[in-house]
């Protein structure tokens, strides 16, 4: 007795070796509710591995592919939005905008700033602190990038921005008395309509 679900030929088709619409019917076809049951388990495990993926595509960040893991900014470019495993700078906030700043502190790093320097990031800049409020000026003597300065009162709004040519010797000075100044790439302010009195949040310790 042949069991149920399997099929076998018959002597004389294992001696002829040869494919007949009999033996078709051993190739153990399914009832068409069968097949279909079976192709909606299919479909049902490939979907909940498929949403499983999606999760842990997106839980895990997926930082190292290209384009993904940042946040864009207006014009389509990744900008980084931590500043861990950069040395020497600190974040700092104006709204939703994050930055990576240098600190100078002394009369030494005030007086040199960026010179030297042939390329800043969107995200990167340098924070000017003075131990009180000043007129403070600038000029781009030996900077042969373009900068635009911000000028910050003790409360952290900015007071007035200037746009600075490089290589050029015109003053470029505070409306009031200030104790920072902000100096990013040359249009990073317009670029993220930055304007005066806007709050800066400064790095900790800063004061």
């Known amino acids: 007795m042949t069991p149920r679900g399997h099929c076998v030929a018959s002597s004389s088709q294992k001696r002829a070796f ?14 068409p509710d069968v097949v279909a049951n079976r192709l909606m388990l299919v479909s049902r495990t490939v979907r909940r591995w498929a949403s499983r993926l999606v999760f842990l595509f997106f839980a895990c960040g997926c ?58 990031a969107d995200d990167e800049g340098m924070l000017f602190v003075y131990d009180s409020p000043q007129i403070l000026s600038f000029w781009m003597l030996n900077t042969s990038i373009p900068l635009d300065v911000a000028f910050i009162r003790d409360d952290g709004t900015i007071s007035s921005i200037e746009s ?14 200030v104790r920072f100044a902000l100096e990013l790439a040359g249009g990073e302010f317009t670029r993220r309509d930055i304007a005066p009195g806007d709050k800066v949040d400064l790095p900790p310790g800063v004061e």
């Not at 040869?18 to 009832?31: A, D, I, V, Y």
């Not at 100078?104 to 040199?112: D, F, V, Y």
């Open 18 to 31: 040869q494919f007949t619409p009999r033996m078709l019917g051993c190739l153990c076809p399914r009832t």
């Open 164 to 177: 600075m040519t490089p290589l050029t010797t015109n003053q470029h000075r505070s409306a009031e008395p």
């Open 63 to 120: 930082t190292g592919l290209p384009g993904v893991g940042g946040p864009a900014s207006d014009d389509g470019r990744t900008v980084r939005s931590s500043c861990d495993g950069r040395p020497d700078v600190e974040p700092l906030r104006i709204g939703v905008h994050s930055f990576c700043v240098a600190i100078a502190l002394t009369p030494q790093a005030r007086e040199e700033g960026l010179m030297g320097r042939d390329f800043l």
